[in-house]
């Protein structure tokens, strides 16, 4: 079969006004850090962005003891009417600057700039909008009367969705009436770093926001610091625990956004083309780089060999690429340590018996990249069945009634996501009430919308972030109190 060949159209970066280094965002400016600096690169050629300050301990002191004196002296003394203007007010320069935020994250953490666009940034935009709303009505969310503030929130985040990710923690947390130190992941700061200049534009009272870059270590050192009364942290399961461990017995409130490892359930009463489109959406979106992917195809058994020849074609149009190029539908993978790791997981996939298929595309020469890959006839017990793999790489498994299907579907540590294919509403729902995830996508896929909460079960995590349930998570209400 022959394609027709697109003619590149590459975003220009021209919009981009990028300094050639960055500080951390302590108190309203942009501060040298105490750590080594690192430097951000583009993993679509491995060049160089920008150096990044590197925050050590004096920092993470420095931003918590601003985040403190921001909480006492302004933010909890504004009615919530004036910090709904606040975040009105950012989710206005977000959208303004949306093409510009959009190229960044592109750049930075190598997702196609359609998705960063039409995605990515409508919904940090959406989510500034919604808690914008909710800043003057707290007593109305059903959260018990008068809910009040925690104090300062410690935030760390992860490099799949960087700017959408902080928005989830920002919005709700300034809503609510709390004042943040939030790390963005080592490997994405940059728009975390544009965000602060558009808090500076906002004239957001200084210290009501920090952010602070670094590694692991210095989300350790936020996330343990005495002062914070909140943790809300996004990222892998191990770290999660980790975090659990060490806030346990703190008086520290907590609320863990971790792994998954989703369960895409097709039968055989369902719209096929739709259900085709939703797969790769599933799993395809973003690279797989999504903690809520539908990782693991569950199609029953008698359309089973359809479903995947027409995936097979359906992958082999996607084009892998330049993530600023407007046609490219595959990016590249955020880091080396993370390409080496879908490549371990995949390699032992194999070694396992699973078929391996893997689209034909033209790897690019920089950068780190893995074409869309599908495991076929894929063993439960396997480890690209049970472990996350955090890449665009699908596992599937068969099943031949609603019982098995959901028995499989159940079968993982996680349980954040699940989504179901069926022309048939009444099954769609006896099927959802039986599967343990947080959110259950229907005909569709991978969906997000701010009033909507969203969260995990089991080593997935708890708390849910999102909706009025996003607010609970950052208030004293009345259970609390
Ligand atoms: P992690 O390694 O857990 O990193 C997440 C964040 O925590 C990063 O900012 C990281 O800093 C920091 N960190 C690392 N060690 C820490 C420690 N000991 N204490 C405090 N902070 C620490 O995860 P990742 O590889 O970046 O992200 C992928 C994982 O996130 C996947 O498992 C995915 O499923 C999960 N995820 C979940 C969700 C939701 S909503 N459930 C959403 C997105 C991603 P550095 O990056 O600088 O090391």
Redesign the pocket.
């Known amino acids: 079969m022959s394609f027709l060949e697109y003619a590149p159209a590459p975003e220009s970066t021209a919009i981009l006004n990028l300094k050639d280094s960055y500080g951390l965002f302590i108190n309203g400016d942009f501060v040298p850090g105490h750590g080594t600096p690192f430097e951000t690169i583009s993993p679509a050629t491995e060049k160089r962005i920008a150096t990044i300050a590197n925050a050590n301990e004096k920092d993470v002191d420095a931003a918590v003891a601003a985040a403190r004196r921001a909480y006492e002296k302004t933010w909890s003394k504004l009615s919530g009417a004036d910090r709904g203007k606040y975040l009105f007010r950012i989710a206005r320069l977000v959208q303004e600057r949306a093409r510009e935020l959009a190229v960044a994250e592109s750049l930075d953490n190598g997702k196609p700039i359609k998705e960063s666009r039409d995605v990515d940034i409508p919904l940090v935009a959406a989510w500034f909008f919604y808690y914008a709303g909710w800043a003057d009505k707290l007593d109305y969310a059903g959260l018990g009367a008068a809910p009040r503030a925690l104090g300062v929130a410690a935030q ?6 960087p700017l959408l ?1 902080l928005a989830w923690k920002i919005a709700p947390a300034l809503a609510a009436g709390n004042t943040v130190v939030l ?5 994405t700061p940059l728009s975390a770093l544009l965000f602060a200049e558009i808090l500076q534009q906002a004239e957001l009272p200084a210290g009501v926001v920090n952010i602070i870059t ?3 270590d210095t ?2 050192a936020l ?1 343990q610091h005495p002062d914070v009364n909140k943790v809300a ?5 191990s ?2 625990r ?2 659990a461990k060490s806030t346990a017995g703190s008086g520290k409130k907590l609320t863990l ?4 490892k989703a369960a895409n359930i097709v039968f055989d009463d369902a719209p096929i083309d739709q259900a085709i489109e939703g797969i790769v959406n599933g799993i395809f979106f973003n690279q797989g780089h999504v ?1 809520c992917a539908g990782s693991r195809l569950l199609v029953q058994e008698n359309i089973h060999d359809e479903v995947v020849d027409r995936l097979k074609q359906r992958l082999s149009t996607l084009r892998l690429g330049d993530p600023l190029d407007k046609n490219t539908d595959i990016g590249a993978i955020n880091s080396r340590e993370q390409l080496d790791r879908i490549r371990e997981l995949s390699d032992i996939g194999e070694a396992e018996g699973a078929e391996r298929w893997t689209a034909e595309c033209a790897i690019p020469e920089n950068g780190f990249w893995f074409a869309p890959t599908i495991f076929d006839n894929v063993s439960t017990s396997s480890r690209i069945a049970r472990e ?1 793999v ?1 890449g665009p790489v699908l596992s599937v498994l068969s099943f031949r009634t609603p019982a098995e299907a959901i028995a499989k579907a159940n079968n993982t540590p996680y349980g ?1 996501s699940a989504g179901i294919w069926s022309d048939k509403g009444s099954k769609i729902l006896a099927v959802a009430d039986q599967l343990k995830a947080g959110v259950i996508w229907a005909n569709t896929f991978n969906r997000f919308d701010p009033a909507s909460p ?1 969260g ?1 079960y089991k080593e ?2 708890y708390g849910r ?1 999102g909706g009025r349930h996003g607010l609970a998570a950052y208030l004293k209400t009345g259970i609390d109190a």
């Open positions: 760390v985040i992860p490099w799949n969705f990710m790390k963005p992941a080592e490997t670094g590694a692991g989300g350790q996330v942290f996004t990222g892998s399961t770290v999660g980790a975090i956004e971790l792994g998954g903690c996350e955090f954040l969203f995990g997935s995590g972030e």
